[in-house]
């Protein structure tokens, strides 16, 4: 069935770093890639997303990138802050279908 | 509150006890999600309404028995759940078709412990 893998499970960072998560799907039907974030006890809210007929989209320090042959998409944080700390899930989506999401990576910026 | 809300936050429950969760929008959305969020596993979804209408039933167990009244409310209603039925359920909405992004919004859950 339609899947998507994400990578990796944990990440830390210093403050200032740069962080990056990857995600594949299997759906070479999806078109929209959205990203939600999830802080501790918290729910996942959208902070960017992506459709299939672009390659990247820069919001801020935020920034995701579209390899549709590979079938794969990343989200790029630049100069992390300790806010940036939370659960990231990524989802594919073909058109009429349903989200489907990653396991999620808990990112952790040291101060 | 605006967006999605869900009562209640927390709830503990014995075995054979009957619950039901509540879910509202206050967004003009037309479709309606319940998702399962357990520890280390991805969001999984439940159920998916359309225009008030169950699109989506992912195999999940008849103690789980959703109700979707109007466009704005979704409830789920427990009865004889398991102990690893305990996780946080989540509930989302968003605007299928005409064109729309169709992003979902999702509420702040409820913590459901089962004993």
């Known amino acids: 069935g339609e899947n998507v893998e994400q990578h990796p499970s944990t990440l830390s960072v210093q403050e200032g770093d740069s962080a990056v998560i990857k995600c594949t799907y299997s759906?070479?039907?999806?078109?929209?890639f959205p990203w939600y974030k999830q802080e501790l006890g918290k729910r996942p809210q959208l902070i960017i997303d992506?459709?299939?007929?672009?390659g990247e989209k820069k919001d801020q320090r935020i920034a995701v990138t579209l390899n549709k042959t590979a079938k794969h998409f990343s989200l790029h944080i630049t100069e992390t802050q300790p806010e940036d700390s939370a659960v990231y899930f990524c989802?594919?989506?073909?058109?009429?279908?349903?989200?489907?999401f990653g396991k999620g990576t808990k990112l952790s910026v040291k101060p | 509150e605006t967006g999605v809300t869900q009562t209640p936050r927390h709830l503990v429950m014995g075995m054979t006890n009957k619950k039901s969760l509540k879910c509202e929008q206050h967004l003009g959305h037309n479709a309606m999600y319940w998702y399962k969020q357990s520890a280390k596993k991805p969001l999984e979804l439940m159920f998916v309404y359309n225009f008030k209408e169950q699109t989506e039933n992912n195999s999940v167990p008849s103690r789980f028995s959703p109700e979707c009244p109007n466009s704005s409310h979704l409830f789920l209603h427990l009865h004889t759940l398991q102990p690893e039925d305990s996780a946080l359920y989540l509930c989302?909405?968003?605007?299928?078709?005409?064109?729309?992004?169709?992003?979902?919004?999702f509420g702040p859950g409820t913590r459901l412990l089962v004993l």
């Open positions: 992506i459709r299939s007929n672009v």
């Open positions: 759906d070479s039907a999806s078109n929209y």
């Open positions: 989802a594919a989506r073909r058109s009429q279908g349903n989200l489907i």
């Open positions: 989302a909405s968003s605007q299928v078709g005409g064109g729309g992004q169709e992003t979902q919004y």
